[in-house]
């Protein structure tokens, strides 16, 4: 089929967020809408001439006429090969391992993450560099500036590719290949992870569920924990990639995981138990009756990784987003390793885990992950809990308890208050934003202010400088209070207040957290004047 040079204009809004440029499926689908974005995308890396592009997404709709267009398209733009998860089907760490196994030029991600999917919903795009990574601020901003002057696409006038059936197929001159989603996947964790202990503790009896949550992690589960590890047939809830989530909403937190909440608290509960999101790279951990939130998750993941195979020479380092709670901080120090502090974004990692500077890395928006990808891993960060549970003979309950005892704890909540309008919303910051040199030494509801202000972030390995990446407050006694607009929603504006405590006395280490929270909520609700800014008076979701 010949290629096609079809002649086009710039259309607004086609930034990347914090993940790549999501939008409404039905944005993406209005006529040279996506093909805009990927020509941009080919533009920005210098073109894809002789390239190798990993291709891949969670499948949620949209998914596979979206694939069949980027194939078009890199093949019009001169790319040697494109490596693709059959049927589509690739997970975000699986993709980043793919790229870094594989030395690709790079890949394309399409996933709205844990957004909901359907022709109502929302969908994405991303691209991860050579590093396995997503793209640096440097390239999404060649990206970016490309949309706005893109003239013309290239595509071939092709039918399609058979991505269903694996092994390697010509396509427009451009070589096509295949692959398993999870095979290459799972031979990583292999290596990371001993399979021999993990599967001794389910021979023994220790039960456990993990809820897929209808989206790309099912197959990579069913085949990690079902098969190769021995777990009960079963173990694996809503197995089964969905176009739209089974009708759910795949973000693995304790208001969409309800069903898995329900199972973990309920009679008869399951040793332990664990959810990802829709393309696989956050996760949510939680014991038989024992919620463990994802800035605790990750200590406990810092002060245990010894015991795997891969991390037994110990951590180089570890590093948090910013509104994560510094509970890792405190078992960083005990372990005399460096925590790096970044703004919100696996991005920001990259350049650390490249350098070798850290190991693991963190956010409080259920992310964890390692070296062993440039990408957050929801599967990884499960197989690692089941290899300290192996190793530590102990329950989930007793691991957060230790926890606590030798480092504090660090009591947190995060408040979003979602489809916010969006000039209310940045009103609401900027008039916040103008209040923190004054705050310093002032009372808040009865919580007074050590410290205020707007973090900001120097690359300790290139230099680059990032600013307005979220307004802090640090209250004596520990409290903290941190603002931020999401980069991850398709409507309005997302609010997010993240609230933290320290109590290190050993009467206050099981207290309920909205108890110990209760002080740092009410001065964040009086020093943001969030109310009567927005309108908004209760979160749509607190976790």
Known sequence: MPMQTVRTHPIDGQKPGTSGLRKKTAVFKRPHYLENYVQSIFDGIGGVEGKTLVVGGDGRFFNDDAIQIILNMAAANDAAKCIVGQRGILSTPAVSHLIRLRRADGGLILSASHNPGGPNADFGLKYNGPNGGPATEAVTD??????????????????????DNLGTRNHEGMEVEVVDPVEDYAALMETIFDFDKI???????????????????GPYAHAILERKLGAAKGTVMNGTPSPDFGGGHPDPNPIWAKELMDVMYGAGAPDFGAASDGDGDRNMVVGR???VT?????AVL?????????????????????????????VAASLGIDCFETPTGWKFFGNLLDAGKVTLCGEESAGTGSDHVREKDGLWAVLLW?????????????LMADLWKAHGRCYYSRHDYEDVDSDKANAMIEALRAKLPSLAGTAIAGLTVETADEFAYDDPVDGSHSAGQGLRIAFEGGARAVFRLSGTGTEGATIRIYLEQLETAADKLHMQPEEALGSVLDAALTVSDLSAKTGRVEPDVIT
Not at 199 to 217: Q, W
Not at 303 to 329: C, E, I, Q, W
């Open 142 to 163: 060649k990206i970016f500036k490309r949309t706005t002057k893109i003239e013309i696409y290239k595509i071939t006038a092709s039918c399609g590719v058979d991505i």
């Open 294 to 298: 994802p800035s605790d998750s990750l």
């Open 199 to 217: 599967r001794a503790l389910f021979a023994s009896g220790f039960s456990m569920r993990f809820d897929a949550m209808h989206a790309v992690t």
């Open 386 to 398: 089941l290899n300290i549970l192996a190793e530590t003979k102990q329950s989930v309950a007793d």
């Open 302 to 330: 810092c002060a245990k990784a010894h015991l795997a195979p891969g991390y037994k020479d110990g951590l180089a380092g570890v590093a948090r987003s910013m509104p994560t709670s510094r509970a890792v901080d405190r």
């Open 289 to 291: 009756g024992a919620y």
